[in-house]
């Protein structure tokens, strides 16, 4: 893959190409920190298209220079969608909603979760949907830094020094962060009711 | 036994995590039985981490992914557009209008030169450079728009500072019209400070700034004096008195008494009354140096001279030892019992000087010693 530090720099210089593939390494990252941060996906979909149209927007006044401050940027930027999408939330009326979609799946989500998942049927469709409510509860629930090593470490598959350079933290710290980050959702997801019933079972047949 | 976190992340890189493989599940992911037995909470948490990571719910649908970069690309080919288009139109427009261009081209050009001689006159030292009244008039600007008392009096310090730095460079006889110049800036900058400070209320800021200009006063007074030796006469006449006002200790005198002798071959003397007179002065009269030297007797320096010369002085005064300088136009002039009126001159009783005649005429005279053209106070035979 293309360094980011070229791949930054030819976006800046109006390189549509480069500004794709910033896109394509970025949109898990960015899509993965918005689905874990509210209710339902068509919401995670357009607050992360409101991300990615202001990094079109900003890019060319951005002074990042690696990967690191690239994506510390792209996280601030994501950072203050989510809590101005919950500002506005806060001050709309409150109105009756018949129970939405949430998070069922689109057409191509329920092609994924059939194909690894044959024997799911809509009854753990709605299971998994009310569980992941829990876990977005729970993930609401961290601090910004315990949701950033999240991202980092899980989705975006960086190692504690590329995280620890992104939060401008030392390594020991983002362990810590990482650990308290599982150790609490955890505690509020509890034991006995695992979060994904369905990829619990096949966790456990992989492991058989 | 590594803390718990440590042991957590350890788990999580062998399981892959952290190597760069986004989007990929982790391979390698279970361990031993017997370690894994021993870690139960560990392999808890990472059980949790790979279901998170693994949830659908946090897989970007390939149909989404397509049309956002659609939307972004379009997106950013307008802004490119825009910013082209931007760039260009101001270009367009320049052309279309040469007047407007030319217009803008010398308000760029007169705000060039405008902050350059601005600078270039920040940096002048030289009174007598023109750029000097550039800077005299930045510096009335910056006073006048200090917002605080304490503000205009800090910049008055700064002002004063900057103007004794300038000395010691023009302390020679080829800038001397420059050296007196600066010194009157000098003296001007370090009185309006002390003005502003004696109008600030009474406080730790007033405690602060009259110590500071304590600390300037000491300060000139230390560099004045190191460039008296390098001055000439006016120079040091002029040094003199700053550091009187500065709060120095220097010789000054009050009065001179020119004691003419009573017949042509006899000498005459002049004594000097005054504070702090230092003994082994030399001689000033009209500004020029003799060679003699004064003795210090009951308080007075007295000098005795040559008694023969014709001319009559206007100023007396002294060169002390250490550069400094005194003269006084306050002369008396004892003769054989009658008296005259000196222009310029002052007795005791008033301010018409006094003369007391030679037994020959009126008019006592002082004439160049041997040596050049100091003078010295001698009693004409007839006048």
Redesign the interface.
Known sequence: MEGIERLLDCARQGNAEALRALYHRFLPGIFGYMATRVPDRATAEDLTSDVFLQMVEGIHHLRAEDEAGFTAWLLRIARVTVAGYYRKREKQPAHLSLPGPAWEPTHAESLLLLESHAEADPVQWTQAREDWQAVVKAINHLTEEQRQVLVGRLILGYDVATVAHMLGKKANAVKALQFRALQSLQRQLGKPRSPMPALQKQQKEEGE | MKP???R??DR??QAG????????HPAGF?LPVREREHDWEVD??V???????????????????RR??R???R???E??LQ?GSRRRSFCSLLRARPALSAVLGLCLLFCLVSTSVLALAAQVSDPTSPLYGLKRWEQQVQLQLSGSPADQATLDLQFARDRLKTLPSLADTAHARAYRRALADLDQQVHAAAAAITELPGGAQQTHLAGELARLQRDAIHVLRGLLARLALPEQLGTTNELARLGDTVPLVRQAALTLPAHPHARATISFTGLDLQPGAHLLVDGNVSEETGTLQHGQMVFVLDGNGNQHPHSLGMLNPDGTATETTAITIKGAGTSGTPGGNQNDNGNKPTVTPTPHGNKPPVTPTPHGNQPSATPTPHH
């Open positions: 718990l976190e440590e957590l992340n999580l890189e995590w952290g190597s760069g493989r986004t989007g990929q279970t808890e948490l059980a949790l981490a790979r279901r998170l990571q693994q949830a659908y719910q946090l897989q970007v649908a390939p149909d989404f992914a956002l970069e939307r972004m690309v997106r950013y080919a802004l490119q910013r």
